[in-house]
């Protein structure tokens, strides 16, 4: 089974400084795609970033990176410029082959608050 | 807005009731997933329908059920509800059924059991 941890429950960050969340997930397959999805107070769920786990090249989507390690099992997502509209519950998710569907497995999350 | 809606946004009812939930696919995806969020549970996957099929099945229990219509809408139908059937439910959908194609949420539908 695939599994995903986020290691970091809460986090807080100052305006306009950077913040790293960490992501470990354990997989025995070669194929898969990462995501980061936000979760702000309006529990909308709104997806931030993805990553094919074949490129070896780092997703960015504006102010928003990921570190991924293939090796280590590792995807971090930085987050450069941090706005308060950034203030959210962060969720990693891996999406597995399951029963011929993907269902996304989800991390336990983290939440992020960003101060004035 | 994902272009995923969920209705109704909020349901109050009572053990032993039975609910239904409504979900419309962004214009043009085929595949829709149920997902399940609580406090003690985090987000789980509950079931995956493509074009009117299951394709997928999660955490799902026997007192819940789903399906996809012609129309490509799909409904969640969750019976002899338990207290701790109260979460957040959310659909999202894709266009493809399988991992390339990113799943897009809907708003969700609160559900209180009392």
């Known amino acids: 089974a695939q599994t995903v941890t986020q290691s970091q429950p809460e986090m807080s960050v100052q305006e306009a400084e950077t913040v790293t969340l960490s992501c470990t997930y354990d997989?025995?397959?070669?194929?898969?795609?990462l995501f980061w999805y936000k979760q702000p107070p309006s529990r909308q769920m709104i997806l931030v970033i993805r990553?094919?786990?074949?490129?070896?090249q780092n997703a960015t989507e504006n102010r928003f990176s990921v570190n991924f390690q293939k090796a280590a099992k590792s995807f971090s997502l930085k987050i450069s410029d941090s706005q308060l509209g950034d203030t959210a519950m962060y969720f990693c998710?891996?999406?597995?082959?399951?029963?011929?569907?993907?269902?996304?497995?989800f991390g336990k999350g983290t939440s992020l608050l960003v101060t004035p | 807005d994902s272009g995923v809606t969920q209705t109704p946004k909020h349901l109050i009812t009572a053990t032993g009731q039975r609910v239904t939930l409504r979900c419309s696919p962004r214009?043009?995806?085929?595949?829709v997933y149920w997902y399940q969020q609580s406090l003690d549970q985090g987000l789980q996957f509950l079931i995956q329908?493509?074009?009117?099929?299951?394709?997928a099945k999660g955490n799902i229990l026997e007192r819940f059920s789903a399906q996809q219509f012609p129309d490509l809408h799909s409904e969640l139908n969750l019976s002899s509800l338990e207290l701790g059937d109260s979460a957040l439910y959310f659909c999202?959908?894709?266009?493809?059924?399988?991992?390339?194609?990113?799943?897009?949420f809907g708003p969700g539908t609160r559900l209180t059991v009392l």
């Open positions: 998710a891996f999406n597995s082959n399951s029963n011929s569907g993907y269902a996304l497995n």
């Open positions: 329908y493509y074009n009117g099929e299951e394709r």
């Open positions: 990553q094919e786990a074949y490129k070896q």
């Open positions: 214009s043009g995806d085929l595949s």
């Open positions: 999202a959908s894709s266009v493809e059924p399988g991992g390339t194609d990113t799943q897009y």
């Open positions: 997989t025995s397959e070669s194929n898969y795609y």
